[in-house]
């Protein structure tokens, strides 16, 4: 860059005086092979007008970094050393559901999962910590999916 920088600088008082609309073909051409090397060099340069800012997923960025601290802080309680943890309710119709299909995914791929349920007073704060209310939902270290997942949805994510 400083290169890219110190070669701008120093044709500074050559370019200033140079027609840049009445350039010979062979000067474009010139030109265009110099903007080049210097476009691969440092790419970063060329960087927001090939791939232009996501602002929609800037503001999103701040809470998402947010809500992975907060399931970091309670990784103990939550996760308990497993990978993945469900989230289960009283009067919840997909529950059952959700618990069965999460206990054959585990049997298959020989890992643990920590089952809480809700109308336990301990499973119920950090649900509420969570921000979540709704069962059936699950939480992983790096993701919280609410509401039931099909089985190859879980699958996925459990995976070996």
């Known amino acids: 860059m400083r290169l890219a920088l110190a070669c701008c600088v120093a044709a500074f008082p050559v370019a200033a005086q140079t027609d840049f609309g009445a350039l010979t073909h062979a000067e474009r051409r010139a030109l265009g092979e110099e903007v080049r090397a210097v476009l691969l060099a440092e790419p970063e340069l060329a960087a927001p007008a090939v791939a232009p800012r996501n602002y929609a997923a800037e503001a999103y960025q701040e809470k998402a970094q947010a809500d992975l601290a907060l399931i970091a802080s309670l990784t103990d309680q939550v996760l308990a050393g497993a990978p993945i943890a469900l989230f289960t309710g009283d009067d919840c119709a997909d529950c059952d559901l959700a618990l069965a299909e999460l206990?054959?995914?585990?049997?298959?791929?020989?890992?643990?999962?920590t089952h809480?349920?809700?109308?336990?007073p301990a499973s119920a704060a950090l649900a509420a910590q969570l921000g979540m209310t709704d069962p059936p939902f699950y939480v992983m270290a790096d993701r919280i999916l609410r509401g039931h997942m099909p089985d190859i949805v879980l699958r996925r994510y459990l995976a070996p």
Not at 103 to 111: F, K, M, N, P, S
Not at 116 to 120: E, F, S, V
């Open 103 to 113: 206990e054959a995914i585990t049997d298959t791929y020989g890992i643990s999962f």
């Open 116 to 120: 809480h349920m809700m109308y336990d």
